[in-house]
């Protein structure tokens, strides 16, 4: 008896999957809609893609050169920012020294959307320069920089409109008095 329900349920099962399969076969020639899984491949670059095709293959990451046809429509949109660091002297003088004029910061730079400002999708570093560049979809972000308690620098608010780069400068408090 225990040999018959083994076996009539080995038969219900192959029986099934050949059903499955034919049915996803069928559906795949009928061309009807697949629906993929909302899942996102990180990529070498920092960016996301996520999967799409009648497979839900996981769409190519973008290769940084402008010749490749990435499946990802580049952002001509995003931030360029300069990081400034002051006071540099301990005492203000007046007319102002000139080796005493707040001064460029390289420091580390994250990127928020200002509705999730501790979810970071950008992060990057200001050059000797203090200049910074990121690549933005239009919305409303949050920047901070600084890697420790000084230089302080203070979140900062802008919004990318589309097609535009906003310029920002942030200015650092170096904690001199």
């Given at each position: 008896?225990?040999?018959?329900?083994?076996?009539?349920?080995?038969?219900?099962?192959?029986?099934?999957?050949?059903f499955g399969y034919t049915q996803y076969k069928s559906s795949e020639e009928e061309?009807?809609?697949?629906?993929?899984?909302?899942?996102?491949?990180?990529?070498?670059?920092?960016?996301?893609?996520?999967?799409?095709?009648?497979?839900?293959?996981?769409?190519?990451?973008?290769?940084?050169?402008?010749?490749?046809?990435?499946?990802?429509?580049?952002?001509?949109?995003?931030?360029?920012?300069?990081?400034?660091?002051?006071?540099?002297?301990?005492?203000?003088?007046?007319?102002?020294?000139?080796?005493?004029?707040?001064?460029?910061?390289?420091?580390?730079?994250?990127?928020?959307?200002?509705?999730?400002?501790?979810?970071?999708?950008?992060?990057?570093?200001?050059?000797?320069?203090?200049?910074?560049?990121?690549?933005?979809?239009?919305?409303?972000?949050?920047?901070?920089?600084?890697?420790?308690?000084?230089?302080?620098?203070?979140?900062?608010?802008?919004?990318?409109?589309?097609?535009?780069?906003?310029?920002?400068?942030?200015?650092?408090?170096?904690?001199?008095?």
């Amino acid at each position: 008896m225990t040999k018959t329900i083994v076996v009539l349920l080995i038969i219900l099962g192959l029986g099934g999957a050949v059903f499955g399969y034919t049915q996803y076969k069928s559906s795949e020639e009928e061309g009807e809609q697949v629906y993929c899984t909302m899942e996102a491949k990180l990529c070498p670059d920092g960016s996301y893609v996520g999967r799409s095709g009648p497979k839900c293959e996981f769409a190519p990451c973008p290769t940084g050169d402008s010749g490749g046809d990435t499946g990802i429509v580049p952002f001509k949109s995003g931030v360029r920012g300069l990081i400034m660091v002051g006071p540099v002297c301990p005492v203000m003088q007046y007319p102002p020294v000139e080796d005493c004029n707040d001064r460029p910061l390289a420091t580390k730079v994250t990127i928020s959307r200002a509705s999730n400002p501790s979810n970071v999708i950008i992060a990057t570093v200001s050059g000797k320069d203090g200049k910074f560049t990121a690549d933005l979809a239009p919305g409303n972000y949050v920047i901070n920089a600084g890697e420790s308690q000084l230089p302080r620098c203070s979140p900062t608010s802008i919004t990318v409109l589309p097609n535009k780069y906003a310029s920002i400068t942030i200015s650092c408090d170096s904690g001199i008095r």
